[in-house]
């Protein structure tokens, strides 16, 4: 019984109170409306109403218009003058001898009236359309707030967005012309004020100045013995002694690493600015006292006197460079003023020039293996070849470092002539060792210069010829600009190539011209998709569809496709799925030291 009660009144469209001094109508309604789903309190006059409303604030109120102590307009007044009631619906009552005042009725707050003697489903009728108009208000109302409280929250947020991205910008505005480290000027600011100087020799005859271009002679050596965090804190030790030599309106700045600059201004001579150089020189003598060590930081100087020849401050930059590395290469630890004829060989090429002769000489070359794997099998099908520079002082020299200096300086193609001897020599001896079905092909890079090269092939057929290597064991992989910068004679020395049954690569293909609409006419057989296209294949890339269209092309044309820089299981599983035959990477393995090569062939052929 309790609980069908209560189920009954938590089934309950609502609760209405009946205010009427009538005992039948209170009685008519209270036996009428909870059949119909309403729970309903009455009450006999207007004061009792009231009273009951504050208790227990109905979902609608039935008022009676004319009641013995307070008239039924008056209770409405009330209740829409108290914010906690106002807002519950009152429908009037109105016996049919009275006429109801509509617009009392309207004023006061009521929102409809039935009459007297009452029709119970017209009562009804105006009960449901007024609670489900008051559901509805109620719905708009919650929307309504929750739209408010979003409006509310983002505008906090852009608020915040606001003030983050104001102090961001503060420090960025920071950060951009100030050296982390120093807390020098940096080489934005330093750009800066170097314009400046430019605009001010162009205005007045009398102004001089001049840029220095130091940089520290055999720092990596400090940070790989010592660490990085004393090398830092010996680069502020040197900027504090550099500064100290300077006169007011000079400025020094960082440059990163271990490179700094510095705007000579009000001198009037020269040999004051070389003065400058030859203190700083020699204030490196005494060494910095740094984590309990005594240690000698030299700089070699390149310097470069404002003239009004110059536009651009970067020019100047650029020549000071040049004069610094000229120093580098004189022996370090001294100066060198600009003169326009060192830029015959361009800066950095001429240190690492003299270092690459001797290299060859020195024997300081080793060429790594990379493994290149069939997608289908796994299995290893072939290796690149890929050039090792360990230098006795500067460690290792990266490929990416030296190459362009020495295709710029020619020396590549004696370089590129040794490796083919080598690696011709490498497969001989793997033959040698595993017999005829030894059919693990070695890739070597030919670079523009070795391509244009006019002995190319009777360099090749020497080695083929004095190793005893067949050309179909040896795959060259050239870039599409290498072949494009030497248009005229490629369709022959390609043909050449082919006639020795020398496979041929497109290397590094996407970064170039690609443009395949020739790469038909020539007899390719296969092509390199360069690592940062592979890069491109990343959970939702949408950009992951072009490494499948060259697949598509490439296959069009009659080529295979090695995707090269394979990091990734996600990238190896998307390749796979898009008909690439050939894969190399960090997946499988990096560019292997000759032991590790022989490693990898030895499990590949594990029954020799
Ligand atoms: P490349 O021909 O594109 O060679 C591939 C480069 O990608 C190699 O760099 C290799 O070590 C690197 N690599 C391979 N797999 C991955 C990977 O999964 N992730 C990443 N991040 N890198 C990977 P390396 O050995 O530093 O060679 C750089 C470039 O120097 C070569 O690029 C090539 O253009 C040139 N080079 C190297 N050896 C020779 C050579 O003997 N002759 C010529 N002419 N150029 C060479
Ligand atoms: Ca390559
Ligand atoms: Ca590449």
């Not at 002694?241 to 007011?248: A, D, K, P, T, V």
Request: aromatic share 8%.
């Amino acid at each position: 019984m309790q609980e069908e009660l209560e189920e009954l009144s938590f089934a309950t469209k609502g609760k209405i109170l009946i205010v009427d001094d009538t005992p039948a109508n209170i009685n008519l309604l209270t036996d009428f409306l909870p059949s119909w789903g309403y729970e309903v309190e009455a009450a006999n006059s207007g004061t009792a109403g009231l009273a009951r409303v504050e208790v227990s604030p109905p979902d609608l109120i039935l008022l009676d218009i004319k009641m013995p102590d307070i008239e039924g307009y008056e209770v409405c007044r009330r209740l829409k003058a108290n914010p906690k009631t106002q807002n519950i619906p009152v429908i009037f009552l109105s016996a049919l001898d009275e006429v109801i005042d509509k617009v009392r009725a309207f004023e006061a707050g009521g929102v409809d009236y039935v009459t007297k003697p009452l029709q119970l489903q017209e009562v009804l009728v105006r009960i449901e359309s007024q609670m489900s108009l008051q559901l509805a208000k109620a719905e708009i109302c919650k929307l309504n707030a929750e739209l408010e409280e979003r409006v509310k929250q983002r505008t906090a947020e852009l608020e915040i967005e606001i003030l983050k991205h104001l102090e961001t910008q503060k420090k960025l505005e920071c950060l951009a012309f100030q050296d982390a480290l120093t807390g020098l000027p940096n080489r934005s600011l330093f750009l800066e004020r170097l314009e400046g100087a430019l605009n001010r020799i162009k205005r007045s005859a009398d102004y001089q100045f001049a840029v220095f271009f130091l940089d520290c002679d055999r720092f990596k050596l400090v940070n790989d013995s010592l660490g990085h965090l004393l090398g830092d804190l010996l680069l502020v030790e040197v900027a504090d002694r550099l500064q100290q030599l300077l006169s007011h309106g000079d400025s020094i700045a960082r440059f990163g690493g271990d490179e700094f600059s510095i705007l000579l201004e009000g001198f009037n001579h020269r040999e004051e600015a070389i003065a400058l150089a030859e203190l700083i020189e020699q204030s490196l003598n005494t060494p910095f006292e740094c984590g309990g060590q005594e240690i000698f930081v030299n700089v070699s100087i390149g310097i470069v006197f404002g003239t009004t020849d110059y536009d651009l401050p970067d020019t100047i930059l650029r020549d000071a460079d040049t004069a610094m590395y000229r120093a580098k290469a004189r022996g370090k630890a001294c100066f060198e003023v600009f003169h326009p004829d060192m830029h015959v060989l361009s800066s950095q090429a001429f240190e690492l020039q003299t270092n690459l002769r001797l290299a060859i000489e020195r024997q300081e070359f080793s060429i790594h293996y990379q493994p290149i794997v069939s997608l289908a099998t796994e299995g290893l099908v072939g290796f690149e070849a890929l050039l090792r520079w360990q230098h006795p002082i500067l460690g290792f020299i990266s490929p990416a470092d030296f190459i362009p200096v020495a295709e710029e300086t020619g020396l590549i193609v004696q370089l590129g002539e040794w490796i083919l001897r080598e690696v011709c020599f490498q497969i001989k001896a793997w033959q040698e060792k595993y017999g005829s079905q030894f059919s693990i092909k070695v890739s070597v890079n030919l670079s523009g210069r070795q391509f244009a090269f006019p002995d190319l092939i009777g360099q090749i057929d020497r080695i083929l010829a004095d190793t005893g290597v067949r050309g179909e064991m040896l795959k060259l992989e050239i870039t599409e600009s290498a072949i494009m910068d030497n248009a005229e004679t490629a369709d022959s020395v390609l043909k050449q190539l082919k006639e020795r049954q020398i496979q041929l690569c497109i290397d590094d293909f996407g970064t170039g011209y690609s443009s395949l609409s020739y790469l038909y006419r020539f007899p390719v057989n296969t092509l390199k998709v360069d690592r940062s296209f592979v890069n491109l294949i990343q959970a939702d890339s949408q950009n992951a569809a072009i490494v499948q269209t060259i697949i598509i092309l490439a296959h069009q044309l009659g080529m295979d496709v090695v995707a090269e820089g394979v990091e990734t299981l996600e990238q190896l599983e998307y390749l796979n799925a898009s008909g690439c035959e050939f894969a190399q990477g960090y997946y499988f393995a990096k560019p292997l030291p000759l032991n590790l090569a022989n490693v990898a062939i030895a499990k590949h052929f594990p029954n020799l």
